[in-house]
């Protein structure tokens, strides 16, 4: 059975940090180009990082240096570190491949306060 499930959201004030994560179970975790996406509110869900198998990683321009995806094959674990926030990045956030292969999971709240 796929399960993605996010988890490490929160309330922060601008400049704060979060540690996101996705534990996966039921997929080839390993052989996936893995990413994160996000849903403000009345916006469609977009890409903001992904991580390939070998662990390159590609960020949009608004959150590259502040946001930093990784990966942990062994225990088929997605992380993104969130640093420096601001209010635009406020959303819901989500796992799934690169191709969003998978069905999605509940998601983790992002909320930074200004």
């Known amino acids: 059975q796929v399960e993605l499930v996010e988890s490490g959201g929160g309330l922060v004030p601008v400049g704060g940090s979060l540690r996101l994560s996705c534990k996966t179970s039921?997929?080839?975790?390993?052989?996936?180009?893995m990413a994160w996406y996000r849903q403000a509110p009345g916006k469609e869900r977009e890409q903001v990082a992904f991580?390939?198998?070998?662990?390159?990683?590609v960020y949009i321009d608004s959150v590259n240096g502040r946001f930093a995806i990784s990966r942990d094959n062994a225990e088929s674990t997605l992380y993104l570190e969130m640093s420096d926030l601001k209010p635009e990045d406020t959303g819901v956030y989500y796992c799934?491949?690169?191709?969003?292969?998978?069905?999605w999971g509940q998601g983790t709240q992002v909320t930074v306060s200004s």
């Open positions: 039921g997929i080839p975790f390993k052989l996936k180009v």
């Open positions: 991580v390939a198998t070998h662990g390159g990683t």
């Open positions: 799934n491949s690169f191709a969003r292969g998978f069905p």
